[in-house]
């Protein structure tokens, strides 16, 4: 009988030690997960206004190399009507349709460079849209936590 009392009494007592353990992690935890609430609302404004300022460059981006692109048309068309007078003409002419093919090939090169700039911001656009909600997502995921925590 004494064996029995002992052991419940035993019982007892370790389950009230875990029980105040338990609050006290609890607390710890809860800390914990406010901190990485505020990280994670930290990195989330960081990337919103990153995408904030990619946003705003774009549309000038697009113009220029919309800009880029009709200049370098005009410039291969001044390089195809060069190499057709050169084909009959002297060496001036032909002097001329060198120089018009290496203006539409900066030209065009130039286009090209403002339009891989587009296409990678908007790629960055993308990305951190999606960045963005997955990190809604564990914020949202904290913050339950937090409120299972709390009750």
Request: proline letters at 1%; a positive charge.
């Amino acid at each position: 009988m004494k064996k029995i009392i002992t052991a419940t009494l035993a019982m007892v007592f370790s389950v009230a030690c875990y029980a105040g353990n338990g609050e006290l992690y609890a607390k710890n935890d809860s800390a914990k997960l406010n901190q990485q609430i505020l990280k994670l609302n930290k990195k989330l404004t960081d990337l919103q206004q990153e995408l904030a300022k990619i946003q705003e460059r774009l549309p000038e981006e697009q113009a220029a190399a919309e800009e880029a692109s009709v200049k370098s048309n005009k410039a291969q068309e001044k390089n195809r009507k060069a190499a057709v007078y050169a084909v009959g003409g002297d060496a001036g002419d032909a002097k001329k349709a060198a120089k018009a093919a290496k203006k539409a090939a900066n030209e065009t090169s130039d286009a090209e460079d403002a339009a891989e700039k587009v296409e990678k911001d908007q790629k960055k656009i993308k990305d951190l849209n999606e960045d963005i909600e997955k990190l809604k997502a564990k914020l949202d995921e904290a913050q339950k936590s937090t409120d299972a925590n709390l009750n």
